[in-house]
């Protein structure tokens, strides 16, 4: 399966994390549980498009889409 | 919010502890409850609401168990032992210390993988620690179990079930923490690292999961609320909703409370006017002191002890993340950061503790960003003077809904300010390119409403009272004097003194002092306004009626009214916030900025109202 940035899952998308990209926010988002194998399900986005909402290791953390380009991942199934 | 009782943020008080009883550490992930958990087992009251980020600084509190006393601490939450943020860093240092006797890190049994990860990095430096998986009764109902006693097999130290909000477990906890500390001492200096891998493993083996019901209801109420048409609207309607309900209740108790006042003043000046004490004296205690604070008190009063609990009802539905998940983008498009967003919605508490919740940003350009422009925002001691203020100009039947709107608006423009002045700090003084924005959004939990009441009224309302209060008595004397010594009183004097400056804002003088003497607390400005009108008289009649006769008998009009509202939003910041941003930004420039900034808003404001109403009328 071919590798993608975070901010091109589409809504209600599934996959898998493999990396976070070196930027300022890598800490934090390591932190925040963004590591490799982490389950991540996009939910729902803000009335203007940006930021979104994933499902991440059993809680809800919402991401803008200049760090979600930062979060490197793959799979691209369908939510059941 | 910065107004509890509970706070003891400093180290000395933790120093005082320490010399007699054992130090434990309370950590976790933000927003799993280590607030409650703190609360509930020193009978302290910290304040919690259902947002990460809401502690900020560290607590101190003392727990009885078993005849012995122990000094909890509680910390700011953070997700991992790895600090990305100066109140991370506060967490990260007291346990790597190892000043704690016994470290109690505070689970979400709803998602164990996620806590299971600090909890491990905690325990690869201390032994001496006790896991508390909290809101086990929450996870229950979305058809999580998490087995604590084979968790402790793991981990080899206890785990305890806890549902603090309910008071389930605590006494178990309490022995827990007690066996931890006074157990065989454990520590080493080992760098965190994150240990997810782990985590994942242990979660899987310990959790149960059966149908999630919840979730999808949650989900269902998230989707409403960010809804690219229906989030807007609700956000408005709930808005003037409160503001409704504030104005319209806080109606009837002001009036009774006015004429009950009224009438035990007039009784205790007749007693006091036949004793043998000088008139004087007597005068300026009753009609300059005592009628000041009754005003306060009758005006202020009500319309606070509505609005805190309805604004802490929103706080702990969870309602605040969603606000700042749905503003992120016009916050970022003005260079600032989405957590504004929370901290401007603490504002309307009090600004002070606005200013204090601004550590929740992470960069520091956009933390000054906030501080600079949080008393943009109107909090509850300005508030009943925009209400009483509304009050005189739509005093009509029908007059309900259109205050109750006009606030609305009144918001929306302090939104608008808000924005416009970050974008404007953003290209000039604090120039820079938004950062990162990491929130996370917590389930909608059913508040507690008989706490909400208790806290919200015994916390912040008694606080904000008792500081205006104190404020009152003596400021209400000084007008008084002013109002009343020598042939011409000199209040007049300076009241024509800043009248041409007055003028221009559409406002007058005697308006301008008053906000002047409010310095030291915002809810005495039309107190104080009414008090220089009447020359040190008191007010006759009691209600909104005669709050608009006593001003428009000193020359107002509606372009008055309006210019007055508009200062109220914008003048410089009280007393406390001032030395609350002082503090928090440790620098006089910006203290100096973030009291000119506001003033200089106003100014032009009401100067460019002025003018328009003039030319058009």
């Known amino acids: 399966m071919n590798e993608f940035a975070l901010s091109e899952l589409p809504l209600h998308g599934f996959c898998r994390v493999i990396r976070v990209e070196p930027c300022p926010a890598k800490l934090r988002l390591e932190g925040v549980g963004f590591t490799e194998g982490a389950e991540v399900v996009s939910l729902f986005r803000a009335p203007s498009g940006d930021p979104t909402a994933y499902s991440l290791r059993g809680s809800v953390v919402a991401l803008r889409r200049s760090d979600a380009v930062n979060v490197i991942v793959r799979g691209r199934g369908e939510w059941a | 919010m910065g107004l509890t009782r509970a706070r003891e943020g400093n180290g000395r008080s933790l120093d005082r502890e320490r ?15 280590k607030s409650t958990v703190f609360n509930a087992l020193t009978g302290l009251n910290r304040h919690t609401g259902n947002w990460t980020g809401k502690t900020v600084d560290r607590a101190v509190g003392i727990m009885r168990e078993g005849g012995e006393r122990f000094a909890l601490v509680d910390l700011p939450g953070c997700y991992s032992l790895v600090p990305t943020s100066p109140e991370e860093e506060l967490t990260r240092d007291f346990v790597m210390s190892g000043e704690a006797d016994c470290v109690v890190i505070v689970c979400d049994a709803s998602c164990m993988e996620r806590s299971l990860n600090m909890v491990l990095q905690t325990l690869a430096v201390t032994g001496n620690a006790v896991v508390c998986v909290n809101l086990t009764d929450e ?136 004793s043998a004490l000088p008139e004087k004296l007597v005068l300026a205690f009753c009609d300059g002191g005592l009628a000041t604070l009754m005003t306060v008190v009758s005006v202020m009063l009500p319309p606070m002890a509505i609005f805190f609990p309805l604004f802490t009802l929103l706080e702990d539905l969870g309602l605040l993340p969603r606000i700042a998940f749905n503003l992120d983008r016009s916050f970022c498009k003005c260079g600032s950061c989405g957590k504004q967003a929370l901290t401007m919605c603490m504002g309307f ?38 209400a009483a203020l509304l009050a005189v100009l739509f005093a009509g039947a029908g007059g309900g809904a259109l205050r109750a709107l006009g606030l609305t608006g009144l918001i929306l423009l302090s939104l608008a300010m808000t924005l416009l002045v970050s974008k404007l700090l953003s290209m000039t003084l604090l120039s820079g390119k938004p950062s990162s924005f990491i929130l996370e959004l917590p389930p909608f939990r059913k508040p507690r409403i ?40 000199p209040i007049m004097g300076i009241a024509a003194f800043l009248d041409p400056a007055g003028r221009l804002m559409g406002v007058d003088g005697a308006v301008l002092l008053a906000f002047l003497l409010g310095l030291p607390a915002n809810e005495l400005v039309l107190p104080l306004l009414i008090m220089i009108y009447s020359g040190g008289g008191t007010l006759t009649g009691v209600g909104s009626a005669a709050v608009g006769a006593a001003l428009f008998a000193n020359g107002w009009s509606a372009k008055t009214a309006v210019c007055m509202l508009l200062l109220v939003l914008f003048h410089s910041p009280c007393a406390t916030t001032l030395l609350s941003i002082r503090r928090e930004t440790k620098s006089r420039v910006w203290t100096l900025a973030a009291a000119l900034i506001p003033v200089l808003l106003g100014v032009v404001l009401c100067s460019a109202v002025n003018g328009i109403w003039t030319l058009l009328s």
């Open chain 2, 349 to 386: 508490g009090c600004n002070a503790a606005g200013v204090v919740g601004c550590r929740i940003i992470e960069s520091p350009r956009e933390r000054t960003v906030a501080i600079l422009t949080n008393s943009l925002i109107p909090c509850n001691g300005r508030f009943p003077t925009l």
């Open chain 2, 450 to 489: 008989g706490q909400i009441i208790i806290r919200s009224a015994l916390d912040r309302t008694l606080f904000v009272l008792g500081r205006a209060c104190a404020v009152a008595f003596p400021a209400g004397i000084v007008i008084w004097v002013l109002a009343n010594c020598g042939n011409t009183p």
């Open chain 2, 139 to 274: 996870a229950a109902k979305k058809g999580v179990r998490v087995d604590t006693v084979r968790l402790s097999e793991i981990l080899g130290v206890e785990a305890v079930p806890t549902s603090a909000a309910n008071k389930k477990g605590l006494g178990e906890l309490a022995k827990a923490i007690k066996r931890a500390a006074k157990g065989k001492k454990r520590f080493e200096k080992a760098e965190p690292r994150p240990m997810w891998r782990e985590a994942e493993r242990i979660a899987e083996e310990v959790t149960e999961r059966d149908k999630d019901t919840v979730g999808a209801k949650q989900m269902k109420l998230d989707r409403f609320l960010t809804g690219r048409y229906t989030s807007l609207i609700v956000m408005l309607l709930l808005l003037a909703l409160v503001f409704f309900l504030t104005m319209e209740g806080a109606n009837l108790p002001s009036r009774l409370l006015g004429s009950a006042f009224e009438g035990a003043l007039l009784r205790v000046r007749t007693a006091l006017l036949n």
């Open chain 2, 19 to 33: 010399a007699d009883c054992p130090v434990i550490a309370l950590i976790g992930s933000p927003n799993v409850g």
